[in-house]
């Protein structure tokens, strides 16, 4: 725990301090979570393995609300040093603008998911209202209700297809997840469930975000935090692009599909970004065991599931330039996928 602690909270006492101060904080910032988080990656010999079955961890949810409150306040003031009268250079907005986006998507994020995967109400709320601050609050029903039921196959708008582009699948992931999960969530409330439907509320606060731009720093304000959470929004969808990119789920002889299971993920077994991540890159072990504190999760054998050959922010990096990603991930797409049909 001490570990994805320093990890994850290290980057946001970096980025705070350079919204107050500006200089090289956010730099500093930036620099910890690209290039000394891809050295570090590099260091195998203090990759700590899996957590010993059945082992408790009292502090994991702790941290998580501390990241959700540290992402509740970082944003408004993200919002002022980049927008407001802060009195930052261009350099320093800029880099505040970079590094909190950052933070916001590739460890804000993972903690909302988390904590939206939690039992307790409380602590599923507060995941819901992260999402809402990074005007994405939908993704708090698509991502239980579509995406854990049909990953890896077509009725999943977050699964690439092979050959598929990142900015296409973002455009056609957005717009069906929002679909999907709306849909969803009227499904339920067919069969009896009660209460304000949620897509009020996410809408609801989405416009009351906004508004809450618009005072900290007008109508740059509002721009600023839209723009904040679309770059927030894409390190999530990049990582949905990555971790399921060209797996599909087999048709049984009966017409259904087979269940999901450790191969139809992508995983990385680099510790340093898994733990500013919180182990997000033990992807299949989080989809067989959706409950499983990410302290705890698993990282399955290379001959059971794929593993990516690079750290998955680096993977991230690649996808970014379509024709390059596609190029570098065909050859372990192949790789697995004959392993697979031999097995």
Same mark, same amino acid.
């Given at each position: 725990?001490?570990?994805?602690?320093?990890?994850?909270?290290?980057?946001?006492?970096?980025?705070?301090?350079?919204?107050?101060?500006?200089?090289?904080?956010?730099?500093?910032?930036?620099?910890?979570?690209?290039?000394?988080?891809?050295?570090?990656?590099?260091?195998?010999?203090?990759?700590?393995?899996?957590?010993?079955?059945?082992?408790?961890?009292?502090?994991?949810?702790?941290?998580?609300?501390?990241?959700?409150?540290?992402?509740?306040?970082?944003?408004?003031?993200?919002?002022?040093?980049?927008?407001?009268?802060?009195?930052?250079?261009?350099?320093?907005?800029?880099?505040?603008?970079?590094?909190?986006?950052?933070?916001?998507?590739?460890?804000?994020?993972?903690?909302?998911?988390?904590?939206?995967?939690?039992?307790?109400?409380?602590?599923?709320?507060?995941?819901?209202?992260?999402?809402?601050?990074?005007?994405?609050?939908?993704?708090?029903?698509?991502?239980?209700?579509?995406?854990?039921?049909?990953?890896?196959?077509?009725?999943?708008?977050?699964?690439?297809?092979?050959?598929?582009?990142?900015?296409?699948?973002?455009?056609?992931?957005?717009?069906?997840?929002?679909?999907?999960?709306?849909?969803?969530?009227?499904?339920?409330?067919?069969?009896?469930?009660?209460?304000?439907?949620?897509?009020?509320?996410?809408?609801?606060?989405? #416009? @009351?975000? /906004?508004?809450?731009?618009? !005072?900290?720093?007008?109508?740059?304000?509002? =721009?600023?935090? $839209?723009? +904040?959470? %679309?770059?927030?929004?894409?390190?999530?969808?990049?990582?949905?692009?990555?971790?399921?990119?060209?797996?599909?789920?087999?048709?049984?002889?009966?017409?259904?599909?087979?269940?999901?299971?450790?191969?139809?993920?992508?995983?990385?077994?680099?510790?340093?970004?898994?733990?500013?991540?919180?182990?997000?890159?033990?992807?299949?072990?989080?989809?067989?065991?959706?409950?499983?504190?990410?302290? #705890? @999760?698993? /990282?399955?054998?290379?001959? !059971?599931?794929?593993?990516?050959?690079?750290? =998955?922010?680096? $993977?991230? +990096?690649? %996808?970014?330039?379509?024709?390059?990603?596609?190029?570098?991930?065909?050859?372990?797409?192949?790789?697995?996928?004959?392993?697979?049909?031999?097995?």
């Amino acid at each position: 725990m001490a570990l994805f602690a320093l990890a994850a909270l290290l980057p946001l006492a970096l980025f705070g301090a350079g919204v107050v101060w500006g200089g090289w904080w956010s730099v500093a910032g930036l620099l910890y979570m690209t290039a000394l988080a891809a050295g570090l990656d590099q260091i195998t010999g203090l990759f700590l393995g899996d957590a010993p079955e059945g082992a408790e961890f009292p502090a994991a949810d702790a941290l998580l609300v501390a990241l959700a409150l540290g992402a509740l306040g970082l944003m408004p003031l993200a919002v002022w040093a980049v927008a407001g009268d802060s009195g930052l250079s261009v350099s320093a907005r800029a880099a505040v603008f970079a590094g909190s986006g950052l933070w916001l998507g590739q460890v804000a994020n993972p903690a909302a998911h988390e904590l939206i995967h939690r039992n307790g109400r409380g602590l599923f709320r507060l995941g819901g209202l992260v999402y809402c601050w990074l005007l994405f609050g939908h993704h708090t029903s698509a991502h239980r209700l579509v995406h854990h039921q049909h990953a890896a196959s077509v009725d999943d708008p977050n699964t690439a297809r092979a050959g598929e582009g990142y900015y296409a699948f973002l455009i056609r992931a957005w717009r069906g997840s929002f679909k999907r999960g709306w849909a969803a969530e009227d499904a339920l409330r067919r069969r009896g469930k009660t209460g304000v439907h949620p897509y009020a509320v996410y809408i609801g606060m989405a #416009a @009351l975000c /906004l508004c809450l731009g618009y !005072a900290i720093a007008g109508i740059g304000g509002s =721009l600023a935090w $839209a723009a +904040l959470a %679309a770059h927030a929004q894409s390190q999530l969808m990049l990582s949905d692009y990555v971790q399921h990119y060209g797996l599909q789920r087999e048709m049984r002889a009966d017409g259904r599909l087979e269940p999901v299971s450790a191969r139809h993920s992508w995983n990385a077994g680099h510790w340093f970004s898994a733990a500013f991540m919180l182990n997000a890159p033990r992807h299949s072990d989080h989809h067989a065991h959706p409950a499983r504190p990410y302290p #705890a @999760l698993r /990282l399955p054998d290379q001959d !059971a599931a794929p593993r990516l050959p690079w750290p =998955l922010p680096l $993977a991230c +990096l690649i %996808a970014l330039v379509p024709p390059l990603w596609k190029r570098a991930i065909r050859p372990h797409l192949n790789q697995w996928r004959a392993r697979a049909a031999g097995a």
